[in-house]
Structures are given as structure tokens and as C-alpha cells.
């Protein structure tokens, strides 16, 4: 089965667009999510009804999705995460609040697991250490593991020898399942993020995952930044949320 997967949107409706449509295109039959629809962006009502239209989808709740909704404490937030947390609760609607509400921190299905962060804290912990993926091992049912939150696409392998390592795509482009089996061994997979790159790459990423080729594939997709910042602008979010997006940071 080939699935869309993706994390990060951040309320950015024009890089979801982009990503949306190269899902269709590849004529995907089911659609992971894993997490912060919202935040930081300009369109969060609209992307929450963009996300919640998809076919068969497994999505869970991030940090900014919860902090939308008034689940955690934003005092720990950054300035401009927090500005953007207190605009984006009134810019919700009562249909995509109570959507939001209904998020689970992780899913577990037969033949994978998602999650925002980290199983073991879902809602702040950055996977980006294969001693973090180790830490974390035990409190995964079913591999692949698919995550977000570092808004960097990254790849976790167990080699043959029983070594654990990360792999950050070099060409931004493609990663590959390929080079070892998984399913019975441990395997984590970030798709980077659709709205916010942080990579320095400012094109949206997302990924494909074939679940019998045992392939996942990062994609990354040009879409119009300066409409964005345009938006961001006009509802008056912090500068900075413009001007980042320009450079993938
Ligand atoms: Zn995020």
C-alpha cells in the first residue's frame, strides 16, 4: 500500500496545497499525519479542513496542535511560537477545535506507529539521536515508526550488525528503506515538514512510503513562499514567521 506522509503543516495552506496535490498525483491509497497541523501559519482553519478531508488517514496531535486548543502550558513556547498559539485559538473554528480535541498523542497500528515526537514524550521530545532512538525502542509496538517535530527529514536503520544509525538525506531528496529490511526491525522515519522547513531547504517536504517495497522516499516541492508571507503579514504573526520560511529555517 503506498501512503502520503507528512508532519508539520503549521497553518501553511499553499505548501500543504503542494503536497496534497503530488499525493493525488501519486495516486497514494492512505495518508499519515504526524502532527502540528496548526500553528505558526497563516490558514489554520483551512488546513485542518484540508487535512481532515483525506482518505484514510492516521494523524496525531503535536505540540502546537495542543497548544492550540489550550491542552499545554505555551510559557515555555518562544516568543513567536507563543504569539502565534493565542492568534491561531481564535482564528479556529468550532469544527476544527473540536477536531484538533479528538487527537491521540500516538497511534498504533498492526504494521506502524505515529507519533509526534518521541513514544516516550510525544509532545516535546526532538528524535534526532540514535541514543534517543534507543531510549525509545521499547515503547514501540509495530516498525516503521513515523515522527515529526524536527521539522528535518531523517531516517533511523538497524544494519545487520545490529547498529542503529541516522541517516540525514544528503540530497534532500530521497531516502530509502532499501538498504535494510524492516517491519521486524526497528526503523524510524521523519518526512520533514510540510510547512516550516528547517533544513535550509524552503521547498515543502513530505514522503512517500511503499509498505510491501519497504521504500520511503522524501519528496520536496517549490510552492509560492511569498504568498505565505504575504498572508502572515496581513493577519499580523511575527515578521520573523515570514521571513523564515524563505530560507528553510
Ligand atoms: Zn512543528
Same mark, same amino acid.
Given at each position: 500500500m503506498l501512503y502520503g506522509v507528512f508532519a508539520d503543516v503549521h497553518a501553511n495552506l499553499e505548501a500543504l496545497a503542494a503536497v496534497l496535490d503530488f499525493f493525488t498525483a501519486s495516486r497514494v491509497e492512505g495518508h499519515i499525519c504526524c502532527g502540528d497541523v496548526v500553528g505558526y501559519g497563516p490558514d489554520p482553519d483551512e488546513c485542518v479542513a484540508r487535512v481532515r478531508a483525506l482518505k484514510k488517514l492516521v494523524i496525531v496531535c503535536g505540540n502546537h496542535d495542543l497548544a492550540a486548543i489550550g491542552r499545554i502550558d505555551i510559557d515555555w513556547f518562544n516568543h513567536y511560537a507563543r504569539t502565534a498559539a493565542l492568534w491561531t485559538r481564535g482564528a479556529l473554528s468550532n469544527e476544527s477545535r473540536a477536531y484538533l480535541e479528538r487527537l491521540t498523542a500516538r497511534c498504533d497500528r498492526k504494521?506502524?506507529?505515529?507519533?509526534?515526537?518521541?513514544?516516550?514524550?510525544?509532545?516535546?521530545?526532538?528524535?534526532?539521536?540514535?541514543?534517543?532512538?534507543?531510549?525509545?525502542?521499547?515503547?514501540?509496538?509495530?516498525?516503521?515508526?513515523?515522527?515529526?517535530?524536527?521539522?528535518?527529514?531523517?531516517?533511523?536503520?538497524?544494519? *545487520?550488525?545490529?547498529?542503529?544509525?541516522?541517516?540525514?538525506?544528503? =540530497?534532500?531528496?530521497?531516502?530509502? @528503506?532499501? +538498504?535494510?529490511?524492516? #517491519?521486524?526491525?526497528?526503523?524510524?522515519?521523519?518526512?520533514?515538514?510540510?510547512?516550516?522547513?528547517?533544513?535550509?531547504?524552503?521547498?515543502?517536504?513530505?514522503?512517500?512510503?511503499?509498505?510491501? *517495497?519497504?521504500?520511503?522516499?522524501?519528496?520536496?516541492?517549490?510552492? =509560492?513562499?511569498?504568498?505565505?508571507? @504575504?498572508? +502572515?503579514?496581513?493577519? #499580523?504573526?511575527p515578521e520573523h514567521l515570514a521571513l523564515r520560511l524563505a530560507c528553510g529555517q
Amino acid at each position: 500500500m503506498l501512503y502520503g506522509v507528512f508532519a508539520d503543516v503549521h497553518a501553511n495552506l499553499e505548501a500543504l496545497a503542494a503536497v496534497l496535490d503530488f499525493f493525488t498525483a501519486s495516486r497514494v491509497e492512505g495518508h499519515i499525519c504526524c502532527g502540528d497541523v496548526v500553528g505558526y501559519g497563516p490558514d489554520p482553519d483551512e488546513c485542518v479542513a484540508r487535512v481532515r478531508a483525506l482518505k484514510k488517514l492516521v494523524i496525531v496531535c503535536g505540540n502546537h496542535d495542543l497548544a492550540a486548543i489550550g491542552r499545554i502550558d505555551i510559557d515555555w513556547f518562544n516568543h513567536y511560537a507563543r504569539t502565534a498559539a493565542l492568534w491561531t485559538r481564535g482564528a479556529l473554528s468550532n469544527e476544527s477545535r473540536a477536531y484538533l480535541e479528538r487527537l491521540t498523542a500516538r497511534c498504533d497500528r498492526k504494521d506502524f506507529t505515529v507519533v509526534h515526537g518521541t513514544p516516550r514524550r510525544p509532545a516535546d521530545e526532538y528524535l534526532l539521536s540514535v541514543a534517543l532512538f534507543k531510549n525509545n525502542m521499547s515503547r514501540v509496538g509495530a516498525w516503521p515508526l513515523f515522527c515529526g517535530h524536527s521539522h528535518i527529514p531523517t531516517s533511523f536503520h538497524c544494519t *545487520a550488525g545490529g547498529k542503529v544509525e541516522l541517516i540525514f538525506p544528503e =540530497d534532500r531528496q530521497i531516502v530509502t @528503506g532499501e +538498504i535494510a529490511p524492516y #517491519g521486524i526491525v526497528p526503523v524510524a522515519y521523519n518526512p520533514g515538514s510540510v510547512g516550516q522547513p528547517r533544513d535550509h531547504d524552503k521547498r515543502a517536504a513530505c514522503a512517500l512510503w511503499n509498505s510491501e *517495497a519497504r521504500t520511503f522516499r522524501v519528496h520536496r516541492l517549490a510552492y =509560492d513562499v511569498a504568498v505565505t508571507q @504575504g498572508k +502572515i503579514r496581513q493577519v #499580523g504573526l511575527p515578521e520573523h514567521l515570514a521571513l523564515r520560511l524563505a530560507c528553510g529555517q
